[in-house]
């Protein structure tokens, strides 16, 4: 069939040109953001004159016939037809006739697909919000359960101090909070349309931007039309703020790939989310958490691609630009498998309270509390550590932990040392000493955990 800008052409196009060119094979996505862009298209022509009141019922018949076609996937895409804005204009056109042909009257496909890719950025980043508060409460509930239980806190990978299971989780809530406000934030900017805006310069009919803003949802209109069309800061944001939420998800994976080891045994993900050897009968593998892990690759890598296209680009559209989908969409589906998984299967994983409380029981931990302890006898902090260090140092030599020493023993090394020392050494009041703001004790984190609360509500209200 016969192409939509063939009037100008003399030969055929190449067929892998058309291939090597067209877009259908990934922008079919889009199909349903296109057909809503042209029915408020189609609404704002007539309601400012440009076209009969006839012509846009009879247009919009058509659109939603078509749009049934490719719901019920009966729609055939056709690659001599370049991508999903053309094959949906030449199904119109052959469904209602030429009057088809006023569709597209006061716009082009820059602005069209800009559009399109608007529509489909809002709808997803809304979901992702609330997919991310899924992973939210799954966390919350986790820590309700555990602000009591005490694990080894790490720094460099080595046991540092005591935390609260609920503390420790409850940072991955503080991280996805504030990856929700990004996306809600970024919200402002991608809810914006560049329709209207022509291929660059405008239109010579006397359209009204506003009028198919306010039909399509949109808060605002781009005031500059090659600004509009050139624009794809919004897929950039977008593909940004995915890479940070995916590299929250894959460090709280890698938590979670370490505390399932024989080694660590903190937790037990559920069978069902776990998967097994084919030739290691014992095993149990947590492939989700190792898939998320490595997906976290391809959406920085789909980052990079999209800077390193828009870099060189003069105003206003360039067919590079069409490179903006597979990435944006890749990252979509990403996003989505990762979220929907992570939140039941950390609703579903067993916390190991005892093999935790078992860690803190044999190691040094509890080391800045005794030399707290002595700074508050009079010892200034640098003379204590000195003096800690030398005691932890005697322990690992006699193969003892701070609670195995005899109160003589302690007094050897410094007769400021009294009976009181022993309680205060547990892992627990360890922990429980922790009560500055943002600390570890319980009675902090129940804090926290009211003022997340409140958080997750407040987000209800804006979205
Ligand atoms: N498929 C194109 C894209 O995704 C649509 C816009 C084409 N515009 C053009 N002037 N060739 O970028």
Same mark, same amino acid.
């Given at each position: 069939?016969?192409?939509?800008?063939?009037?100008?052409?003399?030969?055929?196009?190449?067929?892998?040109?058309?291939?090597?060119?067209?877009?259908?094979?990934?922008?079919?996505?889009?199909?349903?953001?296109?057909?809503?862009?042209?029915?408020?298209?189609?609404?704002? +022509?007539?309601?400012?004159?440009?076209?009969?009141? *006839?012509?846009?019922?009879?247009?919009? &018949?058509?659109?939603?016939?078509?749009?049934?076609?490719?719901?019920?996937?009966?729609?055939?895409?056709? $690659?001599?037809?370049?991508?999903?804005?053309?094959?949906?204009?030449?199904?119109?056109?052959?469904?209602?006739?030429?009057?088809?042909?006023?569709?597209?009257?006061?716009?082009?496909?820059?602005?069209?697909?800009?559009?399109?890719?608007?529509?489909?950025?809002?709808?997803? /980043?809304?979901?992702? =919000?609330?997919?991310?508060?899924? /992973?939210?409460?799954?966390?919350?509930?986790?820590?309700?359960?555990?602000?009591?239980?005490?694990?080894?806190?790490?720094?460099? #990978?080595? &046991?540092?101090?005591?935390?609260?299971?609920?503390?420790?989780?409850?940072?991955?809530?503080?991280?996805?909070?504030?990856?929700?406000? &990004?996306?809600?934030?970024?919200?402002?900017? @991608?809810?914006?349309?560049?329709?209207?805006?022509?291929?660059?310069?405008?239109?010579?009919?006397? =359209?009204?931007?506003?009028?198919?803003?306010?039909?399509?949802?949109?808060?605002?209109?781009?005031?500059?039309?090659?600004?509009?069309? @050139?624009?794809?800061?919004?897929?950039?944001?977008?593909? @940004?703020?995915?890479?940070?939420?995916?590299?929250?998800?894959?460090? +709280?994976?890698?938590?979670? /790939?370490?505390?399932?080891?024989?080694?660590?045994?903190? =937790?037990?993900?559920? !069978?069902?989310?776990?998967?097994?050897?084919?030739?290691?009968?014992?095993?149990?593998?947590?492939?989700?958490?190792?898939?998320?892990?490595?997906?976290?690759?391809?959406?920085?890598?789909?980052?990079?691609?999209?800077?390193?296209?828009?870099?060189?680009?003069? #105003?206003?559209?360039?067919?590079?630009?069409?490179?903006?989908?597979?990435?944006?969409?890749?990252?979509?589906?990403?996003? !989505?498998?990762?979220?929907?998984?992570?939140?039941?299967?950390?609703?579903?994983?067993?916390?190991?309270?005892?093999?935790?409380?078992?860690? $803190? *029981?044999?190691?040094?931990?509890?080391?800045?509390?005794?030399?707290?302890?002595?700074?508050?006898?009079?010892?200034?902090?640098?003379?204590?550590?000195?003096? =800690?260090?030398?005691?932890?140092?005697?322990?690992?030599?006699?193969?003892?932990?701070?609670?195995?020493?005899?109160?003589?023993?302690?007094?050897?090394?410094?007769?400021?040392?009294?009976?009181?020392?022993?309680?205060?050494?547990?892992?627990?009041? /360890?922990?429980?000493?922790?009560?500055?703001?943002?600390?570890?004790?319980?009675?902090?984190?129940?804090?926290?955990?009211?003022?997340?609360?409140?958080?997750?509500? #407040?987000?209800?209200?804006?979205?």
């Amino acid at each position: 069939m016969s192409k939509l800008w063939g009037g100008r052409f003399t030969k055929q196009t190449n067929k892998l040109v058309e291939e090597y060119t067209a877009s259908i094979q990934f922008d079919k996505e889009l199909a349903e953001e296109d057909i809503e862009g042209s029915l408020a298209h189609v609404q704002m +022509l007539s309601e400012c004159g440009v076209i009969t009141k *006839n012509d846009k019922e009879e247009i919009k &018949r058509g659109l939603n016939v078509v749009l049934e076609k490719i719901q019920s996937g009966e729609f055939e895409y056709d $690659v001599s037809h370049e991508d999903i804005h053309m094959n949906i204009e030449k199904a119109l056109i052959e469904e209602i006739g030429p009057v088809g042909g006023k569709l597209h009257t006061g716009r082009s496909r820059n602005d069209q697909v800009a559009t399109d890719m608007h529509m489909y950025l809002v709808k997803k /980043v809304k979901q992702f =919000i609330a997919h991310i508060e899924l /992973v939210q409460e799954a966390i919350l509930t986790q820590a309700e359960e555990h602000l009591e239980t005490v694990l080894p806190g790490y720094t460099h #990978l080595q &046991r540092a101090q005591p935390v609260s299971f609920a503390h420790h989780i409850l940072a991955y809530f503080w991280m996805f909070e504030r990856d929700k406000e &990004r996306f809600q934030d970024s919200l402002k900017r @991608s809810n914006m349309m560049p329709l209207g805006a022509g291929a660059l310069a405008g239109t010579t009919f006397p =359209i009204d931007r506003h009028r198919s803003a306010e039909l399509l949802g949109f808060d605002s209109v781009y005031p500059n039309s090659m600004d509009a069309v @050139s624009d794809r800061d919004f897929i950039l944001e977008f593909l @940004s703020n995915a890479s940070m939420l995916m590299m929250h998800m894959s460090r +709280l994976s890698e938590e979670l /790939v370490i505390w399932s080891s024989q080694e660590f045994q903190f =937790i037990e993900l559920d !069978d069902s989310f776990c998967t097994g050897s084919s030739i290691m009968p014992q095993k149990k593998n947590p492939d989700v958490p190792e898939l998320l892990r490595a997906k976290t690759g391809r959406v920085y890598g789909n980052l990079f691609s999209l800077l390193t296209v828009l870099k060189g680009l003069p #105003l206003a559209y360039n067919k590079d630009m069409q490179e903006d989908k597979e990435g944006m969409f890749d990252t979509a589906k990403t996003l !989505d498998g990762a979220l929907q998984l992570l939140a039941p299967m950390i609703a579903t994983m067993t916390v190991k309270k005892e093999n935790m409380k078992q860690a $803190v *029981n044999e190691d040094y931990s509890n080391a800045t509390d005794i030399a707290d302890y002595l700074v508050n006898k009079g010892m200034t902090f640098r003379e204590s550590h000195e003096m =800690i260090g030398k005691i932890v140092l005697h322990c690992i030599q006699q193969n003892k932990y701070l609670l195995d020493l005899s109160l003589d023993e302690y007094k050897q090394f410094s007769t400021l040392f009294e009976e009181d020392v022993f309680e205060i050494l547990k892992p627990y009041n /360890v922990m429980n000493a922790r009560k500055s703001y943002g600390g570890t004790s319980p009675e902090q984190i129940q804090n926290q955990l009211d003022l997340a609360k409140k958080h997750l509500k #407040l987000v209800e209200k804006i979205t």
